[in-house]
């Protein structure tokens, strides 16, 4: 069992940042796949970012160039640093790591990009 959970989100203005938190119950090498994802209301959840199974860097070109994804293995924590940030970048954030083939999901953290 795997539990994941976010922080960090918030209104912000267009062209500011933010940083998200995934605070993950185990050691996140443990994991096949870490990442972020988004979802807009009406549209389809999708990656962000993601570190990958085999051991890539994943971004969204929607994203690319603007948002940076770390992770800090000492405190089993993930992050989003998300910068110039656009009104199409609100959404709910999940964080989703793969163990042992099973995805799982955090509650997700609402972000809000507008003036």
């Known amino acids: 069992q795997v539990q994941l959970v976010e922080s960090g989100g918030g209104l912000v203005q267009p062209g500011g940042s933010l940083r998200l938190s995934c605070a993950a119950s185990?050691?996140?090498?443990?994991?096949?796949?870490l990442g972020w994802y988004r979802q807009a209301p009406g549209n389809q959840r999708e990656l962000v970012a993601a570190?990958?199974?085999?051991?890539?860097?994943d971004y969204a070109d929607s994203v690319k160039g603007r948002f940076t994804i770390s992770r800090d293995v000492a405190k089993n924590t993930l992050y989003l640093q998300m910068n110039s940030l656009k009104p199409e970048d609100t959404a709910v954030y999940y964080c989703?790591?793969?163990?042992?083939?099973?995805?799982?999901w955090g509650q997700g953290t609402q972000v809000t990009v507008s003036s």
């Open positions: 989703n790591a793969v163990f042992r083939f099973e995805p799982y």
């Open positions: 185990r050691i996140i090498f443990s994991f096949d796949s």
């Open positions: 570190f990958t199974s085999g051991g890539r860097t």
